[in-house]
């Protein structure tokens, strides 16, 4: 009943180029697993190896951990209280009541306006299970977030990618290629991840005039609380033309506790309800995000902390004759001058003095690495590892 | 743009039978929102609805939770610890390498065999999606876990119900009905919710022999640590039979967090890759799950704990002139003597004097109601608002 024989061992790849072998793939010929065609077809990878893998792989931590955009100066303390008092032998609330109450006051809507989910990646997955099915068109930028893609690639749908212009996310061409391909979803990241690049949200308001009246727009403002004032879209909650995603993974704090959540239309909130996992909330992280959005001190304190630590990343990479590209979001993704390879090469070199960091992955972005925010000491350690890394990655 | 008009209020079941208004319907009218058809036909409903839903209704708090059988002893004071010790600002480990290699030495197989989820909700998900298109069939039965039929509906699939014989999920059908309708997936919880009644694992390895060759069982033995020895099947972790779900959310004490895990054929755990969310588990989760899982003298004197409340559970129904079922669960299913209606006037009486329970809502299953292990205050409440339940509920 074993499968007699296995196929070659399927690999991973990661935002950086690495790939690392996993374990051998699923034969088919195994009578009591028939996927379904489209599961058949799908490769068994992930959108990004995490530090950890790394780190096994090479047999010691990272001195630096500045790849995932993760937020090291941590959640309010008052998060951290409340998640060490929520009594975790009782199932969350589904409903996030609370949360979404408070989101709402936060954002001028009504609690219909909002979904709370399992992160952004949770969201997203949902919001693509109830929209693309197979064959159906999906819009992104080449080189924008791997994760949806993922999710669009799960449920079948076909991804048209048009590529950044100057290193932005380029809404009029996104929604161009939407209209030529009658798009169900396009993807937008503002401010944008990896290139740091960011639009005014009324210029985003002004390209939706060639939004498509049969498309969605999934508007991914992750990073909006790093951004410049006049980032985030000016649109009421409930214009039904877009969805927005929010997290409290970057300026919140909060990666691994895994809040997202998205303000839209009641009917298109309403419709998260047939498919999400209701009580897949963990109930600490309910009540950490709950103290962490009513922190707003603490928020514009790590806003310094950002700013401060995208001053001391650039101003190492002009000491050492790289170029900083201005950035709305908690990373700086330095441009090395040269191609892919070049910044590979960076990156591995910087990997190798136990630096997490991760770099674009499309042509000519990839001709950057990105750096989270980091502490001081951290950062320290990244001017410490760079020249090595540079010097090594010109003599390669 | 916006719908003109609204269709009238979806409303919720849950477990109990209640059925509580929310939010409007998706009128499909908005161009923007083009569900899927698969989307569009399902309805917004959750498979349960939450205890804290039900206190905002009632406007006032549940004095004993009793209803959602989840383990009021709480999580080892190690996991707790590790909980609070884990750094929130840093995404999950996407392997859950350090858990699953925990769980493969704990159950003898490879972290291979093992596929940590976010509850076993989210690995019923996943493995419905896997397996699972339009019109699939798929075996359970009538009045087992609402949520695995949420999944089953949610992905399209054709769900056939058999009838529970003596109050046992009864192998037999099951497989019978698998290989009448050729299902992809047959569902098995053993022990039982919720009905608290188990087989012997060696009964669920003799039925086996008529599994078909072409239907994967899903055993579910989420309440398995609460059970006798020889309830958890006796089969090697990669048979390709059957994927095993388990939980820390039961005896363990963890249902907030959303720790699940699958037990299963190293071909069949690989697929997950294909879907899940990587990055889904909550970090703190990880941590505290592995805490748990090393810590079992605790998990010896919580197994303690609910041997007494079952008993005291079983004494106060008996002092009530009512009908303890067996139970190898962290909760005591009690026969009410009549009818389903007669039951739930009884839950509805309970419910009324803050005492949150739930019941079977199929017939004849639905002449109980469910009440899950509490502290000694808790049971001391249900053994004073019984009375009175029962007294308005007979005069009903």
Same mark, same amino acid.
């Given at each position: 009943m074993l499968a007699a024989s296995r196929r070659p061992n399927i690999r991973l790849c990661d935002h950086t180029g690495l790939a690392l072998p996993i374990a051998p793939a699923l034969t088919g010929r195994?009578?009591?697993?028939?996927?379904?065609?489209?599961?058949?077809?799908?490769?068994? /990878?992930?959108?990004?190896?995490?530090?950890?893998?790394?780190?096994?792989?090479?047999?010691?931590?990272?001195? &630096?951990? #500045?790849?995932?955009?993760?937020?090291?100066?941590?959640p309010s303390p008052q998060a951290i209280r409340a998640m060490a008092e929520a009594p975790q032998w009782m199932y969350g609330d589904p409903e996030s009541h609370d949360l979404r109450t408070a #989101? &709402?006051?936060?954002?001028?809507?009504?609690?219909?306006?909002?979904?709370?989910?399992?992160?952004?990646?949770?969201?997203?997955? $949902?919001?693509?299970?109830?929209?693309?099915?197979?064959?159906?068109?999906?819009?992104?930028?080449?080189?924008? $977030?791997?994760?949806?893609?993922?999710?669009?690639?799960?449920?079948?749908?076909?991804?048209?990618?048009?590529?950044?212009?100057?290193?932005?996310? =380029?809404?009029?061409?996104?929604l161009a290629k939407a209209a030529e391909?009658?798009?169900? #979803?396009? $993807?937008?990241?503002?401010?944008?991840?990896?290139?740091?690049?960011?639009?005014?949200?009324?210029?985003?308001?002004k390209a939706m005039d060639d939004l498509p009246a049969t498309t969605l727009l999934i508007l991914d403002e992750a990073y909006v609380e790093?951004?410049?004032?006049? /980032?985030?879209?000016?649109l009421p909650a409930d214009d039904p033309r877009l969805i927005r995603m929010r997290t409290f993974s970057k300026a919140y704090g909060l990666a691994g506790a895994?809040?997202?959540?998205?303000?839209?239309?009641?009917?298109?909130?309403?419709?998260?309800?047939?498919?999400?996992?209701?009580?897949?909330?963990?109930?600490?992280?309910?009540?950490?995000?709950?103290?962490?959005?009513?922190?707003?001190?603490?928020?514009?304190?790590?806003?310094?902390?950002i700013t401060q630590a995208r001053d001391q990343i650039a101003q190492i990479a002009q000491d050492n004759g790289l170029t900083p590209l201005?950035?709305?979001?908690?990373?700086?993704?330095?441009?090395?001058?040269? =191609?892919?390879?070049?910044?590979?090469?960076? #990156?591995?070199?910087?990997?190798?003095?136990?630096i997490f960091v991760r770099m674009p992955f499309v042509a000519p972005q990839n001709r950057c690495i990105r750096i989270s925010c980091g502490t001081p000491a951290m950062l320290q350690a990244l001017a410490t590892a760079l020249p090595k890394a540079l010097a090594d990655a010109k003599q390669g």
């Open positions: 195994m009578t009591h697993i028939r996927l379904t065609p489209l599961a058949q077809s799908l490769p068994a /990878t992930v959108p990004f190896v995490g530090p950890e893998t790394q780190e096994r792989a090479r047999g010691s931590a990272f001195e &630096a951990r #500045l790849g995932a955009n993760e937020n090291v100066f941590g #989101l &709402a006051a936060h954002h001028g809507c009504t609690p219909d306006h909002i979904m709370v989910g399992e992160g952004i990646d949770g969201l997203l997955s $949902y919001i693509v299970r109830l929209m693309v099915g197979p064959q159906d068109a999906v819009v992104t930028s080449a080189g924008a $977030y791997p994760t949806f893609n993922y999710h669009v690639a799960g449920f079948g749908g076909t991804l048209h990618a048009v590529p950044y212009v100057e290193d932005h996310e =380029d809404p009029q061409s996104l391909v009658d798009a169900k #979803l396009v $993807y937008l990241a503002n401010p944008d991840n990896p290139m740091g690049s960011h639009h005014k949200g009324e210029d985003i308001v790093c951004a410049p004032e006049g /980032t985030a879209v000016p895994r809040v997202g959540y998205a303000i839209g239309h009641p009917d298109l909130i309403q419709a998260f309800h047939k498919v999400r996992n209701h009580f897949g909330m963990n109930r600490a992280a309910q009540a950490g995000a709950l103290a962490a959005l009513n922190d707003q001190p603490y928020l514009a304190q790590v806003q310094q902390q201005p950035s709305a979001t908690n990373f700086v993704t330095i441009d090395c001058g040269r =191609d892919g390879d070049f910044a590979k090469a960076v #990156l591995d070199g910087l990997i190798a003095q136990g």
